[in-house]
């Protein structure tokens, strides 16, 4: 039977723009105390961003932690103009990375990222009936954010999944969603 750990005491050993560690004492179901060190992270959004039932957008990007381009859905992390508001952040998200809005968005699921060693959690939205955003409302992009922006079919981005092409997880789950909608 699994074991509940009681939780002693905390101590952020670093904080930064995006995350923050937390060094944690735990005291174990025997009695054992261990430290654990935990990533503290504000929720995030994405969303799968529909243009018709059978194509999304997705935006192709430079990530510096794996030093490679990824092919991703659009996301972001929830922030002060936010206000602790996932609709708000997922509505800010479209127009930043994307420049649309959409009719009808709708929270689809909500996920830890990596329970192993963070509190990252993800909400997945759909996002349908889009259009531009007016030129006067557009936001800026996050400094140093440079997309390039597909629209891809369901049948193309299946094939990129079956040949590995897809490596970012949200946009893995994204895509396992998507086919789960499918088969109605």
């Known amino acids: 039977m699994a074991n509940k750990e009681k939780y002693l005491s905390g101590q952020v050993v670093y904080q930064g723009p995006i995350f923050a560690v937390e060094k944690q004492q735990v005291s174990l179901s025997d ?42 859905i659009p996301a972001g992390k929830v922030d002060q103009r936010d206000q602790d508001n996932l609709r708000q952040a997922a509505i800010r998200e479209l127009n930043e990375e994307l420049r649309l809005e959409a009719q009808k968005l709708v929270p689809a699921l909500t996920f830890y990222q990596a329970v192993g060693f963070s509190d990252a959690q993800l909400t997945l939205f759909t996002a349908e009936q889009l259009s531009p955003v007016a030129q006067e409302a557009i936001l800026p992009r996050d400094q140093g954010e440079s997309l390039d922006i597909l629209t891809i079919s369901f049948d193309e981005l299946s094939q990129w999944f079956a040949q590995g092409k897809i490596n970012d997880q949200k946009t893995l789950l994204a895509f396992l969603y998507w086919a789960n909608l499918r088969k109605g």
């Open 31 to 72: 009695g054992t105390q261990v430290q654990r060190d935990v990533i503290l992270h504000q929720p995030s959004v994405a969303i799968l961003a529909f243009i018709d039932d059978d194509h999304i957008l997705i935006e192709r990007q430079w990530r510096a932690t794996i030093q490679d381009f990824t092919w991703e």
